[in-house]
């Protein structure tokens, strides 16, 4: 079998086989001119080299830094366009040809990326020798100045970068220092102070006289509480008590009304409440008591000048009773409070002072931690700065040693480069086969860009990738194996051709179902064989026993039913509808196939579109669905019209025709999509005029039967029949 690949070039080959054959000949041709072209004049090679060289004593490590970097010179470098251009004007040759016959070879690396050798090897050649060594000399000492001059250039930025980074490195050193130096006069003597002791020490301190005080106010509470036993009073009421008993007004006040109350005791006897003495000691009692508390209120709030008393005014006279003894008590329970509270606000202060103490302390670590950060990044300014004033040291003192890192190791030398004589037959031979390789490659290449379907196989792959079912691969009809120049159509029963029409129609019948009756067929364009294909479905469906009917649906094409023995009426354009609405008049029998029917079309027409969409033609299809087994409707194709389109609500199922050679790529695939988005139902595609073998009958003969034949002896003779074809048989 063969490939499809081949099966493409050799239909490519057919279509363009004239423009492979002038390709082949053009460059047959051309190699032949090149073959008869007389030998080229004699050409001169000058080759020398070039070496690494450095400085015999280096002092400075920028000096030997730059001369190992001069040793990594390219191809690219050596060769630029300053170095060629320079050459070029002092020889008064063209820089393009310096650079066409220039070449150059740098030495080999190793797997380390070391170079093996310090030899550079180059070559120019010329037609004239002398000028070939001038050219290459000039050349080598370009390379040489080139060298020295990156050398130089180098060395120059690389001082002008250190000059330039230098004050900025010098400001960022003071910058950190003053840093260093703000924080030492804020936080240095904490942290002193946290190193050499003496902040535990205050804490400790702290904490020690804490306990001295605590002690003393526990003493002193002690003795509070004895004389509170001892008076009955709290240290407030004792205050208050004191201070009233001191007052010599208020002791005045009460001896007064001590001595009226005596008289009042005294008259009581002999006296009635009413009398007028008693009355008059009574209110000598009542003013004194209003004194002493109109006094008592001034003792306890103040007067005005001294800090009020917490005390209740009533019962002045009790408490202002105390003895001189109890008194001193009192005074001494108000002291001691006194100096309770002293030593308490002390106590205090102490723990405060230790809370502070111990949060400087805490954060001494923190302090340290940053100071110790301030002064990295001051060595680290200092290191930087230390190391670029070194190395602009280094750099002015390679300004002496820095020289050029290539020097001549071997002057040019010119060669005549020998010449092979052309070979006239090995030269046309060469030419030939690329000759052949280029028409090939073209005929390939313009059957390539035709997108077109070129074989079987490729309509196959592009129907499978779409999932659109395969019906049937009907083979190729030659118009001489039926006596016609037009369509080729299957009337004689014993044809091969029948047979894969009738597998077409099982498919179509397995995947349509019970209920498929009508049947629309179009093709994507035109010569696709849509016509064909429909003309004989129609008959192999009819050999098979099924009332079938085949309307030529296509209006804007004449009819082809003149190609199944069928008559035409040719008035049927003038009145379309009227022919599609009588049955009687449009339908025709097929003469030479029992069970097939035909309309013939009414094309062509104008407005098809227009009669397709008609009442008549709804009734003729409502009608023939009723009347036959199987409608096909023969349709224009897709891209001519969207008459099929408008036909597809008359049937059960669409099939779309293709056929290698005519069917193009991209509407193949944009026409499925299409019919997939309109929810069409496509019940799958043929392929029409396929590449398949057919097995044609051979003529075979047999005998007769013998014929008897009487002679004038009265006798029979048994005579052999001729033969007569009752088969055939040829692929």
Not at 28 to 49: Q, R
Not at 138 to 159: D, F, H, P
Not at 631 to 646: M, R
């Amino acid at each position: 079998m063969t490939p499809p690949i081949v099966k493409r070039y050799l239909i490519a080959f057919e279509k363009y086989k004239w423009i492979g054959l002038a390709g082949f000949s053009l460059a047959v041709i051309g190699s032949t001119v090149v073959a008869m072209l007389p030998d080229p004049p004699p050409v001169y090679i000058a080759t020398g080299e070039l070496n690494y060289t450095g400085p015999t004593v280096s002092f400075s490590q920028t000096g030997s830094e730059i001369q190992q970097q001069g040793r990594e010179l390219t191809n690219a470098t050596l060769l630029s366009n300053p170095v060629i251009e320079a050459v070029a004007a002092k020889m008064r040759i063209k820089p393009t040809t310096i650079a066409k016959n220039i070449s150059i070879k740098m030495p080999g690396k190793d797997k380390l990326g070391k170079p093996t050798s310090t030899t550079i090897i180059l070559g120019y050649q010329d037609q004239d020798g002398n000028r070939a060594r001038d050219v290459l000399l000039g050349l080598m000492q370009e390379m040489v100045k080139l060298s020295g001059e990156i050398n130089t250039s180098r060395l120059t930025a690389i001082i002008e970068k250190l000059n330039e980074r230098l004050p900025q490195i010098k400001k960022s050193l003071q910058i950190a220092e003053q840093k260093l130096e703000k924080y030492d006069r804020l936080e240095r003597p904490a942290i002193l102070a946290a190193e050499n002791g003496s902040l535990l020490s205050g804490i400790t301190s702290s904490l020690n006289q804490q306990r001295q005080i605590r002690f003393a106010i526990a003493g002193i509470k002690a003795q509070i509480n004895s004389l509170e036993r001892k008076l009955g009073l709290g240290v407030n009421q004792a205050y208050v008590a004191s201070a009233l008993s001191a007052d010599p007004i208020i002791a005045n006040l009460r001896s007064q009304i001590y001595q009226v109350e005596s008289q009042i005791a005294f008259l009581r006897k002999d006296l009635r409440p009413q009398h007028p003495t008693m009355v008059q000691l009574q209110r000598q009692k009542a003013a004194s008591e209003e004194l002493l508390q109109a006094r008592a209120y001034e003792v306890l709030g103040g007067a005005g000048m001294a800090a009020p008393l917490q005390g209740d005014l009533t019962g002045i006279r009790t408490q202002s009773s105390l003895d001189p003894t109890r008194q001193g008590l009192a005074n001494q329970m108000v002291a001691l409070q006194t100096q309770q509270e002293t030593l308490e606000q002390q106590l205090n202060q102490q723990i405060q002072q230790e809370a502070k103490l111990r949060q400087e302390y805490a954060v001494i670590p923190n302090k340290q931690l940053e100071r110790s950060r301030l002064e990295q990044a001051v060595a680290l300014e200092k290191a930087i700065y230390n190391q670029i004033q070194a190395k602009l040291t280094d750099a002015k003192t390679a300004e002496a040693e820095t020289v050029s890192s290539l020097s001549i190791s071997s002057p040019p030398i010119s060669e005549a480069k020998a010449v092979k004589p052309k070979n006239i037959p090995v030269t046309i031979a060469i030419g030939s086969f690329m000759g052949l390789v280029v028409g090939g490659g073209v005929i390939f290449l313009l059957g390539s860009l035709e997108g077109i379907f070129k074989t079987r196989e490729d309509i196959r792959d592009s129907l499978k990738e779409r999932e659109v079912a395969l019906l049937g691969e009907l083979p190729i009809m030659p118009l001489d194996d039926f006596h016609t120049d037009g369509v080729p159509v299957i009337l004689d029963s014993d044809s091969p051709y029948l047979e894969f029409y009738e597998r077409f129609r099982s498919n179509l019948r397995r995947i349509g179902g019970k209920d498929f009756k009508v049947l629309l067929i179009t093709s994507i364009s035109s010569r696709e064989g849509k016509t064909v294909s429909a003309y004989n479905l129609g008959i192999a469906s009819a050999r098979a026993g099924k009332r079938t009917l085949i309307i030529e649906t296509d209006l804007r094409s004449p009819s082809r039913a003149a190609f199944l023995n069928v008559n035409l009426d040719e008035d049927t354009a003038l009145e379309p509808l009227q022919y599609y609405s009588n049955l009687s008049e449009c339908i025709r029998i097929v003469p030479d196939i029992e069970n097939l029917y035909i309309i013939p079309s009414a094309g062509p027409v104008l407005h098809s579109a227009a009669i397709i969409e008609s009442s008549e033609i709804k009734r003729l299809m409502e009608d023939v669905r009723e009347r036959y087994d199987l409608v096909i409707l023969d349709t224009s194709s897709l891209s001519f019209s969207n008459d099929p389109l408008l036909l597809q609500s008359y049937s059960d199922g669409m099939v779309l025709v293709t056929r290698p050679n005519y069917t193009q790529e991209n509407l193949l695939g944009e026409t499925i999509d299409q019919l997939m988005n309109y929810e069409i139902n496509l019940l799958g595609a043929i392929i029409n005029a396929a590449d398949i073998p057919v097995q044609i009958a051979e003529p075979v003969f047999e005998p007769l039967e013998d014929i008897i034949i009487p002679t004038q002896d009265a006798e029979l003779e048994i005579v052999p029949s001729p033969e007569v074809p009752i088969a055939a048989h040829r692929k």
